[in-house]
């Protein structure tokens, strides 16, 4: 079967740095997404990685290890109005997006 | 660009009536919208996939008499919730595809359903 995992929450600092991991077992893989989701509203885009290495955008910035089935997303300087789940979502061999059920990040001052 | 538009974005409604939302792409077109639910502190749930010209393919468990989609353009898409009752109270998101050399799907703000 085709699984995502993610851990179910985090919490950390105000101007910290934080990881939040993603490993997949998928039939294919033709690149992985990070999406942004805050509370009652719809998810946004935050990421694409289809080659291994490290993608960087701001104070975000998203990681794919292809060989292990894994990806992170990194996030620096939290800010408060960075508490939200955050989607890991595969694209299988079949170009269906597969989801992850989200890690729900908690920001503290 | 890639902005998708959810209609309506709220709405309660009673036991056993039709409520109809509407997604729109509203500067890119898109040949495959996809219908999410979202249950709270859970994860999106994919409902069906929509393809503009041709009838949507259903995930297992949705109840596609139920759960009506029609994609009758290549920029708009609709989801009827027929006879709705108060489990099908839930948020629903729709998504659109642009083919930009990676599947990315844009979603739109999403629809809060409420039925009494």
């Known amino acids: 079967g085709q699984n995502i995992d993610q851990p179910t929450e985090m919490t950390a600092t105000e101007g910290a740095i934080v990881q939040i991991n993603c490993t997949y077992q998928t039939s294919g893989f033709n690149g992985l997404f990070w999406y942004q989701q805050h509370a009652g509203e719809a998810p946004t885009f935050l990421s694409y990685n289809v080659l291994d290495g490290l993608e960087e955008k701001g104070r975000f910035s998203s990681f794919l290890s292809r060989s292990k089935g894994y990806s992170y997303l990194l996030l620096k300087e939290l800010q408060m109005k960075d508490s939200a789940s955050y989607l890991c979502a595969v694209i299988d061999s079949n170009y269906q997006l597969i989801w992850g059920a989200g890690t729900k990040l908690i920001i503290k001052p | 660009g890639a902005v998708v538009s959810q209609h309506p974005s709220r709405v309660i409604c009673k036991s056993g009536t039709s409520v109809k939302i509407e997604c729109r792409s509203l500067?890119?077109?898109?040949?495959?919208m996809f219908w999410y639910r979202q249950f709270p502190k859970k994860s999106l749930m994919l409902m069906a996939t929509?393809?503009?010209?041709?009838?949507?393919?259903?995930e297992q468990g949705v109840e596609k008499d139920k759960f009506l989609i029609n994609h009758a353009s290549l920029t708009l898409s609709t989801l009827t919730v027929t006879s709705a009752h108060p489990e099908d109270s839930s948020f629903y998101i729709c998504s659109a595809e642009r083919t930009s050399g990676y599947n990315e799907q844009f979603f739109g703000p999403g629809t809060r359903l409420t039925v009494l």
């Open positions: 929509s393809n503009e010209g041709s009838k949507a393919t259903y």
């Open positions: 500067d890119f077109q898109a040949t495959t």
